[in-house]
């Protein structure tokens, strides 16, 4: 596991720091979800590091741990690097893939199939390398999903609404083929020949594919560690159409990012100055460990270029994961403490605002008053995965013991 050491923020705009202070009203107490509560114990290596929801709530965790819990009976109940809880936070005893590494990636279907990417060799005792689709009782899917084996591990995982997967990761071939740290999958798992861009560099950390209802339907961002993608110099961040060639339109341009991408989200929505509420655009957010050219975190409009408008939503430590709700609020979760100098310890919420001259700009990200969201208090576990469950639930999952001085080991659901 790497670790991450906090830098000092940059300088911000001065009226945008008055604006942004002025929206943080009296914090919040009890964002913890208090009817969820998991109870047993993680242990092994005792951090979560990806997160889903599927469409009835249940709730997914993936990472490096055992789970020890409860039959309903009683007996004791363990799991491996993976396990789902019911929506009342009981574990769910009828799902026990146990992969045999670390899961780094999860991503659930429409017809509730289970994508997962990560370290592992096996999954329920048979065969699967770093890549593997379970059933939605948590066998896998072996007949209907026979991926092709890259000879690395998978960080990411994305699904095109065709139903085609993109795999990124440390891996540099499929099947034996030359593939740079990114790839595109059939339905069936066999490689998509065509979609073979090269990404030149050490890993592709994360994957965010824009939905179908929005203009960039199916595109794809790709974050990580890396300097190019195909002919085309990219340095940790390109986007690219649904078939794998680089999206020219869009660029960064001087904006170099300066250490890696480790989590990207799309946003359609009112950001834009014109009518009341704006009209609508497409915005992409990125976080990691990155401190220039914005410190951890920052949003980017459609072309790449940065939004000078937000320049003060950003962190003081790495930030692992970006979900979004549907307001247009955007949930962080990392290693930082504060964002950008209120106290945030390791979760935070931006949400989209208003000028204070009523003219109805919603291009600001404001720092919500969820400032008691507190895992563990200063200096405690980090959170890797953010999720946001079909009825607006949020999940979160790390490293972390407490939830606003409550025991929550490493998993805890958050009032939204």
């Known amino acids: 596991m790497k670790t991450y050491h906090s830098h000092s923020i940059g300088t911000l705009l001065p009226g945008l ?18 009817s969820f509560n998991p109870g047993g114990s993680f242990t092994g290596g005792t951090t979560v590091m990806a997160a889903a929801v599927q469409s009835d709530g249940k709730a997914i965790f993936g990472g490096y741990f055992t789970y020890n819990g409860n039959y309903p009976n009683g007996y004791p109940f363990s799991a491996n690097n993976l396990v789902r809880f019911n929506t009342d936070g009981t574990v769910d005893t009828g799902f026990n893939p146990s992969p045999n590494g670390i899961v780094r990636a999860i991503v659930i279907q429409p017809d509730q199939k289970i994508l997962i ?88 950390y994360a994957i965010a594919v824009y939905p179908t209802n929005v203009p960039s339907a199916d595109k ?55 009518g009341p509420g704006g009209s609508y655009a497409e915005k992409v957010y990125i976080g990691g460990g990155f401190t220039s050219p914005r410190n951890y975190f920052t949003r980017l409009a459609h072309a790449g270029y940065l939004d000078s408008n937000i320049e003060g939503a950003t962190a003081d430590a790495t930030v692992s994961s970006i979900r979004i709700q549907a307001n247009h609020g955007v949930l962080l979760g990392g290693a930082f403490t504060h964002t950008p100098w209120q106290l945030r310890n ?52 790390g490293s972390f013991t407490q939830v606003e001085g409550l025991t929550r080991q490493c998993v805890a659901r958050l009032l939204q």
């Open 17 to 34: 720091a008055l604006l942004a202070l002025s929206s943080v009203s009296t914090p919040a107490s009890c964002v913890r979800d208090s």
């Open 117 to 204: 990417g990560g370290h592992f060799t096996q999954v329920a005792g048979l065969t699967q390398t770093y890549i593997s689709r379970l059933n939605p009782g948590g066998g896998p899917d072996y007949i209907g999903f026979q991926a092709a084996v890259p000879n690395n591990y998978v960080y990411a995982l994305g699904r095109i609404s065709d139903g085609r997967v993109v795999v990124g990761g440390a891996f540099t071939t499929m099947a034996g083929f030359t593939y740079q740290h990114l790839a595109c999958l059939k339905v069936t798992g066999g490689l998509v020949s065509t979609f073979n861009p090269g990404v030149y560099g050490n890993a592709v």
């Open 220 to 274: 794809v961002m790709i974050g990580g560690d890396f300097t190019a993608v195909g002919a085309y110099s990219r340095i940790n961040a390109a986007r690219l159409d649904s078939w794998g060639s680089v999206d020219t339109t869009f660029d960064m341009g001087g904006n170099v990012l300066n250490a890696p991408v480790y989590a990207l989200a799309t946003d359609y929505g009112p950001f834009t100055t014109g």
């Open 346 to 397: 390791h979760v935070a919420r931006f949400y989209a605002g208003s000028a204070d001259d009523g003219s109805n700009i919603n291009d600001l990200l404001n720092l919500s008053s969820w400032s008691d969201c507190d895992p563990n208090g200063a200096g405690g576990g980090n959170v890797n995965a953010v999720a946001v469950g079909p009825g607006g639930q949020i999940y979160i999952g």
